[in-house]
């Protein structure tokens, strides 16, 4: 499928610095739990169920005000990469997701319920899979070992403004700049800053458990001291240092310490990866937008295809993903045709040729590609979203509805569900179920008023008494009772 970004909206967040946190639609916690007041006590650890609700709430806003990366593909691979990190992690007490942003500057940050975001800076500077996980692993322990939470408390001692609402914003300005952190005073920025910034303790503890977690996952521990190293050489040779040291500072110490860890684990060559190398061109090919990142993805090109086996195929995809953006498709099939009949499962050149067929209406190719597929790989989300959007452009509605129906139960918090689930209804006439599936979608990033209002529109427009206005109803009250319970943080 084509990579979907979320448009940031503009919107200055100042009200969230007096508000705490609600439980969203989908909040995995009992309905009834509360939040702490985070404006006055504050006085012990928050529960795993309140770090939950909250993280909930940040991604909300996150969703609505960054520009988030919503490409099945991508989402796909961290995913599953930081699953396999966090079934070697300690002390895991909650879900994790992980999630993608377009952002040019080298960052990563983790906050409340397991939720960790990449700025996609990270693909371009990374060399193997091991470096990328090595990040992945750090701000995982920050999540296993509690930082956030305890930092707050700190806080909550010498401040009487509503954190969790101030750390809303700070995520919110990590993931997009442009999203308000100016309208702040100096000094509210700068008690911003050292709120979001870890300790050294703190940086020291997700470096010491994350390599553990790196090695027991099967990647390279040197993965981390090598990934600061780049971080180091940042520094060194830009007047600027990388935005990623200002919130995970990086002392000598913190490096060669580091080093001393990885050193104690038994070697370990770890094989290229092709997914990680696919997912990297896939991020620099797709996201790049200014001189700089395409002149270094040029120099990428340029070692690839003097490069392994792996390299090269990689450095391919590359060139095809470019050719498909310049709408030059018979020269992106021509390349791509003999790499697919050699790895006829590879699921970054089904998804491809699936683009491809779409454009040059050979919807019927791409469904009977992506059929056989998922004959292979049956609960590929990859695969479903794809054969889900080609049936649709094969005018095969009904086959659409029943994939998109699974999709969106399964993965009830993806915004590509429901906003395929909308197109699908809009191409079948059927208005009232195009505007719940895009009540879901406002509702995942928090717009609950314009989600209630379309729920109304949709309860009306079907048959009194129905099952599908029962479940309109539902969910209107559903969304009103959290509406309700968010206005005591306002």
Do not use: C
């Not at 960790?116 to 996980?133: G, K």
């Not at 990647?219 to 001291?225: E, Q």
């Not at 040029?298 to 792996?310: E, N, P, R």
């Not at 209804?425 to 879901?440: F, M, P, V």
């Amino acid at each position: 499928m084509k990579l979907r970004l979320k448009k940031p909206l503009v919107a200055l967040l100042v009200s969230a610095l007096l508000s705490t946190s609600v439980v969203p639609a989908h909040a995995a916690i009992d309905i009834e739990d509360s939040l702490p007041d985070m404006g006055t006590t504050a006085g012990s650890t928050l529960s795993i169920n309140q770090e939950i609700a909250m993280g909930d709430y940040y991604t909300r806003q996150l969703r609505n005000s960054a520009p988030l990366v919503f490409d099945p593909l991508l989402s796909n691979y961290i995913n599953n990469l930081g699953q396999k990190l966090v079934s070697n992690a300690s002390s895991v007490k909650t879900p994790f997701h992980f999630y993608l942003v377009n952002n040019p500057n080298i960052n990563a940050f983790a906050y409340f319920g397991g939720n960790i975001v990449l700025h996609s800076a990270l693909f371009r500077y990374s060399r193997n899979e091991s470096e990328l996980a090595s990040v992945m692993a750090h701000e995982i322990t920050h999540v296993t070992q509690r930082h956030l939470a305890r930092m707050l408390e700190d806080q909550a001692k010498t401040t009487p403004l509503a954190l969790a609402g101030v750390l809303g914003s700070i995520l919110i300005f990590m993931a997009n700049p442009n999203a308000g952190l100016a309208t702040f005073t100096g000094s509210m920025a700068g008690m911003q800053q050292n709120m979001i910034t870890f300790t050294q303790m703190n940086e020291q503890e997700a470096d010491r458990i994350g390599i553990q977690t790196l090695y027991r996952a099967g990647f390279d521990p040197k993965g981390m001291p090598d990934f600061m190293q780049i971080l180091a050489d940042q520094v060194r040779y830009s007047s600027k240092p990388p935005e990623m040291l200002l919130t995970h500072p990086l002392p000598d110490s913190r490096l060669s310490d580091a080093r001393s860890r990885a050193s104690q684990f038994p070697a370990r060559q770890v094989p290229q990866s092709a997914d990680f190398l696919f997912a990297k061109m896939r991020v620099l090919t797709m996201l790049t937008k200014n001189p700089t990142s395409e002149n270094a993805l040029q120099t990428i090109l340029d070692q690839f295809k003097q490069g392994t086996a792996l390299e090269r195929s990689a450095a391919n995809y590359a060139l095809i993903l470019i050719y498909s953006r310049d709408r030059k498709f018979d020269d992106a099939r021509k390349l791509l045709t003999p790499m697919l009949e050699k790895e006829p499962n590879n699921i970054w050149l089904i998804d491809a040729m699936t683009d491809i067929d779409l454009e040059q209406n050979r919807a019927s190719d791409a469904v009977a590609r992506l059929q056989l597929a998922l004959k292979q790989r049956p609960n590929n989300n990859v695969l479903i979203a794809n054969l889900a959007n080609s049936y649709m452009h094969n005018k095969q509605y009904n086959e659409a509805n029943r994939l998109l129906y699974r999709y969106t139960f399964d993965n009830p918090s993806d915004p590509i569900g429901w906003q395929l689930m909308a197109e699908n209804a809009a191409k079948q006439g059927d208005r009232a179920h195009e505007l719940a599936a895009y009540a879901e979608d406002l509702a995942l990033r928090g717009d609950f008023e314009t989600a209630i209002r379309y729920l109304g529109d949709a309860s009306r427009q079907v048959k009194l008494g129905s099952n599908d206005q029962a479940r309109f109803d539902a969910r209107i009250d559903q969304l009103r009772k959290i509406q309700q319970r968010d206005s005591q943080f306002k």
